[in-house]
């Protein structure tokens, strides 16, 4: 019989939270998943208190929904909640690009521009994910906003389930736009355009969107 792992002395809500937020981003939980303390602090060899810590640190961070006194669960969205939020990263995003692509270096282009052609060159769906959400991510990174940037980051913590769906649905032509517009992306921000790189996020993040709304079962 396998023991559970020994409690491990020290260990702190926030390296819980950093153990389960790559669990749930990678898809170990699915949407709706129940998530119980007790099941948690055996996993982690933790004691219920971090457990507790972490899972107000992930519903912070909008990967957990909690109830008082009913518990936590894996967050999830309806088709009408997951256009809603893509509505709203249609319109943030691009302001936040604007506000980082001053600010990104010779190597930080670099890099995005590295990560497009992995992107280009995998068709490990998994390995999509977390290439495009550096790029992202990335290529905001320049921005130094109190409130925009953490809120681009929950908005696509809360849709990362739906993006992997996405990713899943495309067929040939969908991939070769989707890595189309990551290389216009990047030629934008090496020539400080600003209104072409929010112009192709814009167009980007609006095609999910568009293909999510078509496919309702997603959201069964």
């Given at each position: 019989?396998?023991?559970?792992?020994?409690?491990?002395?020290?260990?702190?809500?926030?390296?819980?939270?950093?153990?389960?937020?790559?669990?749930?981003?990678?898809?170990?939980?699915?949407?709706?998943?129940?998530?119980?303390?007790?099941?948690?602090?055996?996993?982690?060899?933790?004691?219920?208190v971090?457990?507790?810590?972490?899972?107000?640190?992930?519903?912070?961070?909008?990967?957990?929904?909690?109830?008082?006194?009913a518990g936590?669960?894996?967050?999830?969205l309806?088709?009408?909640?997951?256009?809603?939020?893509?509505?709203?990263?249609e319109?943030?995003?691009?302001?936040?690009?604007?506000?980082?692509?001053?600010?990104?270096?010779?190597?930080?282009?670099?890099?995005?521009a590295?990560?497009?052609?992995q992107?280009?060159?995998?068709?490990?769906?998994?390995?999509?994910?977390?290439?495009?959400?550096?790029?992202h991510?990335?290529?905001?990174?320049?921005?130094?906003?109190?409130?925009?940037?953490?809120?681009?980051?929950?908005?696509?913590?809360?849709?990362?389930?739906?993006?992997?769906?996405?990713?899943?649905?495309?067929?040939?032509?969908?991939h070769?736009?989707?890595?189309?517009?990551?290389?216009?992306?990047?030629?934008?921000?090496?020539?400080?355009?600003?209104?072409?790189?929010?112009?192709?996020?814009?167009?980007?993040?609006?095609?999910?969107?568009?293909?999510?709304?078509?496919h309702?079962?997603?959201?069964?």
């Amino acid at each position: 019989m396998t023991q559970p792992p020994p409690v491990r002395d020290g260990i702190t809500g926030a390296r819980v939270a950093d153990e389960l937020r790559e669990a749930i981003l990678t898809g170990g939980y699915p949407p709706g998943t129940r998530l119980r303390q007790e099941a948690l602090a055996e996993r982690y060899g933790a004691s219920r208190v971090p457990v507790r810590e972490a899972l107000r640190i992930l519903e912070a961070d909008g990967l957990v929904t909690t109830v008082a006194n009913a518990g936590a669960w894996i967050a999830s969205l309806s088709l009408d909640e997951c256009v809603e939020l893509y509505q709203v990263r249609e319109r943030i995003e691009p302001l936040l690009l604007r506000y980082s692509l001053p600010h990104l270096d010779d190597l930080s282009v670099q890099r995005l521009a590295e990560l497009a052609e992995q992107m280009r060159r995998t068709s490990d769906v998994e390995q999509f994910l977390a290439l495009d959400r550096e790029f992202h991510l990335g290529s905001y990174a320049g921005a130094g906003t109190f409130f925009l940037g953490p809120t681009v980051e929950r908005l696509w913590n809360t849709t990362q389930h739906y993006r992997r769906a996405f990713t899943r649905l495309l067929d040939d032509d969908s991939h070769r736009i989707v890595h189309d517009e990551h290389h216009m992306l990047v030629a934008a921000i090496r020539d400080q355009d600003s209104e072409e790189a929010e112009r192709v996020l814009l167009g980007h993040i609006r095609r999910t969107r568009r293909q999510l709304a078509r496919h309702p079962e997603v959201f069964d």
